[in-house]
């Protein structure tokens, strides 16, 4: 099993940056991809960022609408995926999650393990 706890949501005003943080914990191993995902009111669950190692390769994936403005990334000695969110907007307020699985690959939207959740709100 892998357990995975977000931290780093909050209120930032428009324009402004946040780092999200996933600490990873169990078999983490096991996993090969690591995602973001959010949730805004009303609105069904979207995918927003994937990172995922395949041997010495690393491959990413972004949903336009955060491309050039959102980062994901990873410390494999802290067992923790960041997401980086610069230029936030509005339209950025959501619940985000992080998401992991035991497959390399940044397609699929099927992910093995979730988090809880952190909150972003960015007022205007």
């Known amino acids: 099993q892998v357990q995975l706890v977000e931290s780093g949501g909050g209120l930032v005003q428009a324009g402004g940056s946040l780092r999200l943080s996933c600490a990873t914990s169990g078999r983490t191993s096991s996993i090969y991809t690591m995602a973001w995902f959010r949730q805004a009111p009303g609105k069904e669950r979207e995918f927003v960022a994937a990172?995922?190692?395949?041997?010495?390769?690393?491959?990413?994936a972004y949903a336009d609408s955060v491309k050039g403005r959102f980062t994901i990334s990873r410390d494999n000695a802290k067992n923790t995926v960041y997401l980086q969110m610069n230029s936030l907007k509005p339209e950025d307020t959501a619940v985000y999650y992080c998401?992991?699985?035991?497959?390399?690959?940044?397609?699929?939207?099927?992910?093995?393990?979730w988090g809880q959740g952190t909150q972003v709100t960015v007022s205007s």
């Open positions: 998401a992991a699985k035991r497959l390399a690959d940044t397609t699929s939207l099927n992910y093995d393990y």
């Open positions: 990172r995922a190692r395949s041997g010495i390769t690393t491959s990413y």
